[in-house]
């Protein structure tokens, strides 16, 4: 069993920046992949960014080249940089523990204005 909690989410102007973090209960980065998620009003969760157990990285073309994924594996913390942010990435962002834990975090809130 694994508890994950993100923050970091807010209200920010497109064009601008805000780094989510997903912090783990206990070590599991090396067993798991990690992923951010996110679901807008009315539409199904996607896939935003993965991570596996060895650090390759991968991103949907919707924010390749605007947001990185990275971990700490000492704090047991998962980042979200996301950069040059638009108005169509507000979203609840969610971390997910990928198997055998299978585990959400609970969400938090992005907004992007225009």
């Known amino acids: 069993q694994v508890q994950l909690v993100e923050s970091g989410g807010g209200l920010v102007q497109a064009g601008g920046s805000l780094r989510l973090s997903c912090a783990a209960s206990?070590?599991?980065?090396?067993?798991?992949?990690m992923g951010w998620y996110r679901q807008a009003p009315g539409n199904q969760r996607e896939l935003v960014a993965t991570?596996?157990?060895?650090?390759?990285?991968n991103y949907p073309d919707s924010v390749k080249g605007r947001f990185t994924i990275s971990r700490d594996n000492a704090k047991n913390t998962v980042y979200l940089q996301m950069n040059s942010l638009k108005p169509e990435d507000t979203a609840v962002y969610y971390c997910?523990?990928?198997?055998?834990?299978?585990?959400w975090g609970q969400g938090t809130q992005v907004t992007v204005s225009s």
């Open positions: 997910k523990a990928m198997f055998p834990y299978n585990t």
């Open positions: 206990r070590s599991i980065f090396s067993f798991s992949a």
């Open positions: 991570i596996t157990n060895i650090g390759s990285t």
